[in-house]
Structure formats: C-alpha cells, structure tokens
C-alpha cells in the first residue's frame, strides 16, 4: 500500500517527504494556486516551481500534474508539454486528465479519447474527478495508469443532497448514513468508501492493471476505511498525514515514560560517551 502527499505545497512535501513514508505526490490546479498564494514572493518561476517539487520527489515518486484544458487536442498537447518540459527532471511525471471536462458545450467522452492517445504515445496517466465506477471502468478500459475516485467529494454530495454541512473531522460511514430512516445515496453509491470497494471489486473481476489512488481524503478514520477497502494508493493532505500520528494516550505515556527514568537506567546510554 503506498501514500502520496495531496499538495503542492513544496515544505509540506518536503517534510512528509523526510518522515519517510511518502510514495508519491498529486497536485491539481487548486493546490497549485494555493501553493502560489502562500509563496508567491519566493516563487520566481513557475515551472523552476515545479521542477523542485520533481527533484525532492526523485525518480521513485510519481508526481500528478494537471492539464487546464477541455478538449481532447489541447490536453493531449498540454499533456506533452507537461512530459516533455519536465520529465526529463527525475522520470516521475504522470498526466492528470479529468474523466469528463465537458463544461457544457464540449464532448463527454473526450477525456477518455486524450488518456486513450496518451497511452498510446507511452505518457502516464491519472484520470482525475472520479466519482463513480461507471467512470472508473471507463478510465482503465482507455488504459490509464491511476484512477482518481474522489472519496470525499462523494461523501460531500451524499450530505449535500440532505442538507448537511461539511466540517473537516466529519466522519461518513462506509455503509451509508441513514438520514429519516432512509440510506442517502447516490444512484447506490452510499458512500465514497463504498464507491471506493466497487471500483476494487470490478478492477479485480476483470483483472485491470490500472491502480486505484484514492483521493480527497478528509480525515484519518476515513484513511482507515481506505485501507481497510484494500486500494494500492491513498492520496492524503499534509493535515491528515499529521492527524494519524496522534492520540491522546500516546502523548500521556510518553510524558510517564520520560518522567520515570532512573538514573541508573540513563547510565547506561552514558556510558562510553
Ligand atoms: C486528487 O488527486 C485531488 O488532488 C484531490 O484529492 C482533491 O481533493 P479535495 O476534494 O480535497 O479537493
């Protein structure tokens, strides 16, 4: 099971990167302009940007980079700008193409035609914004590297359809929340978690090679269904990874454990000092 970083943030990289748990990163366009916003005066370039965020990734992480474009030809050319302008740096970039970028007046399908070019022409690609199986077969069949299912934002819609505020910490049950006696769900899709296991179960049946990178991780109970799900790749913000490293018990032993120390029991580590 591997983690990647959800961010752009090249400290918050870098510091996930140095607690050695980190597989891999993914960025979109928002993070990216989050990233901007918080260094902009540092930020000279954006491409000498991204280039650093390639090189502290090295050449055994893969790093997500998005296209900006709608139509099947303008991503498959962003796409190749974006691998031939920056793989060179440490062989790790993939593609992010979203499943459908069709904002109204453009073809569903032609997110699915640019992964399907893109395979053809050897680029990586993650198919991002997914947020059913439906999707997810349809990604994999083009033949994408990774598939994006978008666990928190199905969680966010399924709450949305009832009424209920998102907050950060809120905890969304796998098997579906019942709201006036009744399971909110989405076409039976009852939680991201659970579109999560369909997308495993059909990608096993038919033995697609595509790896699943489940995204939009809120908090770390939710990780803890991911695993439990069995997905090759979680991709979790900073704030969660920094989450899952905490209890309160934990804290509390500590503070015993380092009160109690003898001096007879520190002598040793003195010892040949
Ligand atoms: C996936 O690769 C995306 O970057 C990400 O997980 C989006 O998550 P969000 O819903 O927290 O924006």
Redesign the pocket.
Known sequence: MKIFI?TADIEEIKTAISWGIVDGI???P??IKKALQKYRDRISSMEDYIKEILRIAGRLRPV?LEVISTDREKMVKEATILYEKFNYIANNVVV?IPINPNLGEGNDFDGIMAVRELKSAGIPV?V?LVMTPEQALLAAKAGAEYV?P?V??VDDFLRTKVGMEFKKEDYFPSDGMEYDDEVINDNGIVSGVHMLSIIKEIFENYRFSTKI?A????NARQVREILEVGCDIA?I?FYVLKDMIKHVKTEEGMINFVRDVENEYKEIFWKGE
């Open positions: 959800d993914t960025t979109n928002t993070l997500s992010k993650n991002t994006s978008f928190g934002r990178i995204a939009s991780v809120r991709t913000p």
